[in-house]
């Protein structure tokens, strides 16, 4: 008798399973790497997680909770001096690595079906994103980075690069003995008005953000941050041609899409994880990631994208993107009371292979216009690197 009840509740058990699979969604949003492991090409940090939507508050909208979680082993590098926390061109950088654990839920709600149908055209979101980091030596101090050009003296350590004063003022999350335990609080507005497959993009979409990370809730270790950062992005696309058989086997398409995205990020204690989501050099390709940090940033992006032909395998394609980008930052340089400004300006291409349309694995050549440089390659305008992501 006990077995056939157990029989039965573990056939009810799936059964249930069963019927809610597809109010479930794994996804993977995102992906980073060492320069320094495998050049690159190995993933070293991935984040991922879950998603519920068997929940319905508004008929036809989707309802959904999400739970994510993400770890990994990176690296970061300034050109911030320890003294007054202004960018030098001239100076070694302070490299270092990170071992990361992160996490997040947040809650969603649609509204309205998107003129492209099948989804909802509004989805607001707030959530909740923890974050531990414990910040080393570079493993390759000691060492020439062969990263860098002109680099003629090994990489050093963070004692020897930082010294003594006042440096935890630039550096807040790097005090005391390098460790953060941060939390940061979001809403998000996003409006979806684009169609997009892997060879093709019509439309456009608006998305809105607002950061809060006050230091009650980011001064748990020794590291600590204070800031906040709003983002609003437009992003418009046009295929303006394609070529594909029957069975829907895309042979050449090409689209255009332009994006402008402007972003004040400022604070008493800007965390060197979120420096690299404000700076221009993060957004203007071909650029040095973490440079030209200010608290103001506006930037449009160009592209012109030629994808095909498919690779014979769902979800693959060749891709070649060539870009012009240009962007403006001002404002205080992060965690100083000095105003800066920079115009910087790029034109190149990327040549990839597009993964589900989410990973773009390939290689980037730049051409840097006008007096802004990428601080680890010198003073050459032509600029390669390898690439995972096309940035929309």
Known sequence: MKRKLLALAMAMIFAAAGVGASDFRFFVDGIDQHPTILIGFLPTYVSGGVGYSG???LEGDTTEFTLRAGAGYIERRFWNSPKDGLEYREMDPLTFDAAVVDWGLEFSQGFLDSPVGGKDFITLSVGYEGKYEKSLDSRIAGRKD???WGMDRPVQTMESFLGTGDWEK??????GNHQYLGT????????DGMEDTLSTNDGYAIEFNADWAPRLLNS???GYADFHRLTLEGVAAKTLYQYA???DMNWFSLVVIDRLRANWLSGDAVPTYARKLGSLGRQVRGYSNYTYGM?????NNFDVRLTGPDMGVDGLAVRINLFFDMGYACGRYFNTDEIGGQFLSSTGAQFTLSIFDFIDLGYQLAYLIGDGRNFAKGDTPLVGSF???LDF
Do not use: G, M, R
């Open 146 to 148: 062969k990263q860098s």
């Open 220 to 222: 748990a270790l020794d």
């Open 170 to 175: 630039y550096y807040p999350d790097l005090a």
């Open 387 to 389: 690439t995972f992501f």
């Open 295 to 299: 608290e103001f940033q506006i930037v």
């Open 184 to 191: 940061n609080l979001y809403f998000n507005f996003f409006l």
């Open 245 to 247: 058989t029957a069975d």
């Open 55 to 57: 929940i319905e508050l």
